[in-house]
T-cell receptor
Framework: GQNIDQPTEMTATEGAIVQINCTYQTSGFNGLFWYQQHAGEAPTFLSYNVLDGLEEKGRFSSFLSRSKGYSYLLLKELQMKDSASYLCAVPDSGAGSYQLTFGKGTKLSVIP | DTEVTQTPKHLVMGMTNKKSLKCEQHMGHRAMYWYKQKAKKPPELMFVYSYEKLSINESVPSRFSPECPNSSLLNLHLHALQPEDSALYLC?????????????FGPGTRLTVT
């Protein structure tokens, strides 16, 4: 089974840096996804990590440590539009198909 | 074209109605998914189609009936729903299913059951 844990809510100031953590326990590891979801909208893909280390993509970076069952999403130069829920998700292999199990999501509020 | 479209955007139905949700993608993806999302909760997987065949059914009640007419289309037929079925229904697609490819989500159908 899959168990994913992330903070429920975070608040940060515009222009600052924020780190959203995710810990997971899985029966087999097939990488970890981060998605962003604005209220009332669909989730959009941010990153996929399968190897240890930091991957940078513009203002967003994602880090993975497989030995620690830990990932984080780093958002730099925060903008008001970054206010959203950030979902950590791990794929679980079953019946020849990979299904995503999502964490409960971290609601980030960016304040002026 | 990296878009997944869903219709309708909003749907209100009574408990005795029959309705269908539609999803379409033209990215050549071979895996398509239905998720249900309640307010302030993460998406929950309902069904997975891989190469137009149902590969996963997450113990969803039979009042939800999926259909994949071809590789671009996915339907969800609804019948005799309950008020607790009110939620955002998301469709997603991915390149395949044999590797954890990223999933592209549609905008969702906001369903209200009265």
């Amino acid at each position: 089974g899959q168990n994913i844990d992330q903070p429920t809510e975070m608040t940060a100031t515009e222009g600052a840096i924020v780190q959203i953590n995710c810990t997971y326990q899985t029966s087999g590891f097939n990488g970890l996804f981060w998605y962003q979801q604005h209220a009332g909208e669909a989730p959009t893909f941010l990153s996929y990590n399968v190897l240890d280390g930091l991957e940078e993509k513009g203002r967003f970076s994602s880090f993975l440590s497989r030995s620690k069952g830990y990932s984080y999403l780093l958002l730099k130069e925060l903008q008001m539009k970054d206010s959203a829920s950030y979902l950590c998700a791990v794929p679980d292999s079953g019946a020849g198909s990979y299904q995503l199990t999502f964490g409960k999501g971290t609601k980030l509020s960016v304040i002026p | 074209d990296t878009e997944v479209t869903q219709t309708p955007k909003h749907l209100v139905m009574g408990m005795t109605n029959k309705k269908s949700l539609k999803c379409e993608q033209h990215m050549g993806h071979r895996a398509m998914y239905w998720y249900k999302q309640k307010a302030k909760k993460p998406p929950e997987l309902m069904f997975v189609y891989s190469y137009e065949k149902l590969s996963i059914n997450e113990s969803v009640p039979s009042r939800f009936s999926p259909e994949c007419p071809n590789s671009s289309l996915l339907n969800l037929h609804l019948h005799a729903l309950q008020p607790e079925d009110s939620a955002l229904y998301l469709c997603a697609s991915s390149q395949g299913s044999g590797t954890p490819y990223e999933q592209y989500f549609g905008p969702g159908t906001r369903l209200t059951v009265t």
